[in-house]
């Protein structure tokens, strides 16, 4: 769940077809941090993860009865891998704990290791 406007319009479908209970599994950890590699999340603090303090606000803000995510730990072993290794992660999963692979760069020539640096998407517009 990125921002949660689509699940809000999945979760209220769902009742409309009748159903009495709608309880939501997401296959990843929740989304805290921008990806500034293609995916258009510029600004983190609309990232639902970071709008509520808890899981039982989110479920409430998309209308489901219960609402769980994958930790950082199940996403590695449900693809077959180890743990994670903090200190030279085996994948690309910086939305969820902001360890970026590369330092991030902004359109004047500035490198920073820094999450909150403005991204190339949020400067065009």
Do not use: W
Not at 11 to 39: C, K, L, N
Not at 63 to 85: C, H, M, P, Q
């Amino acid at each position: 769940i990125v921002r949660g406007t689509t699940s809000i319009k999945i979760v209220q479908m769902i009742r409309d077809a009748g159903a009495t209970e709608v309880h939501i599994r997401v296959a990843s950890p929740m989304i805290f941090h921008s990806d500034y590699y293609g995916i258009d999340t510029p600004d983190p603090d609309k990232l639902l993860a970071n709008q509520y303090a808890d899981i039982d606000a989110m479920c409430r803000y998309i209308g489901a009865d219960s609402l769980a995510f994958l930790s950082i730990d199940g996403l590695y072993t449900a693809v077959g891998g180890e743990k994670r290794n903090n200190l030279a992660p085996q994948f690309t999963d910086h939305y969820f704990t902001g360890d970026y692979p590369t330092n991030l760069t902004d359109l004047n020539g500035r490198t920073t290791s820094d999450p909150k640096q403005i991204s190339l998407l949020k400067e065009a517009g």
